[in-house]
Nanobody, 123 residues
């Protein structure tokens, strides 16, 4: 069964850290670009960060730049999102998605999606 599964979400105080994992099963994640999205209550889903499948290039949205780090461990078929200096505004459901080509701006280009993991940051 082909799927992505996020884990690592939870409740953390402002200024704290969490590491999210996006584990693939049923396919090899190596050559896929993997993007993290998030959706806060009442808001549209937005892109957070992406790591390419070719050369490991990383991209970040301005609101997480300098605080979040995306990485991948191909041996574990997993992509990570290290989130530091968390703020209440980071509260959202975080999703990972895989694109066989590159870090696209368009959600429709992503073939596989995880079910999401909740991140809640208290003030």
């Amino acid at each position: 069964q082909v799927q992505l599964m996020e884990s690592g979400g939870g409740l953390v105080q402002s200024g704290g850290s969490l590491r999210l994992s996006c584990a693939a099963s049923g396919f090899t994640l190596d050559h896929y670009a993997v993007k993290w999205f998030r959706q806060a209550p009442g808001k549209e889903r937005e892109g957070v960060s992406c790591i390419s499948g070719t050369d490991g290039t990383t991209l970040y949205s301005d609101f997480v730049k300098g605080r979040f780090i995306v990485s991948r461990d191909n041996a574990k078929n997993t992509v990570y999102l290290q989130m530091n200096s968390l703020e209440p505004e980071d509260t959202a459901v975080y999703y990972c998605a895989a694109d066989p080509l590159f870090c696209s701006d368009y959600e429709s280009m992503y073939d596989y999606w995880g079910q999401g993991t909740q991140v809640t940051v208290s003030s």
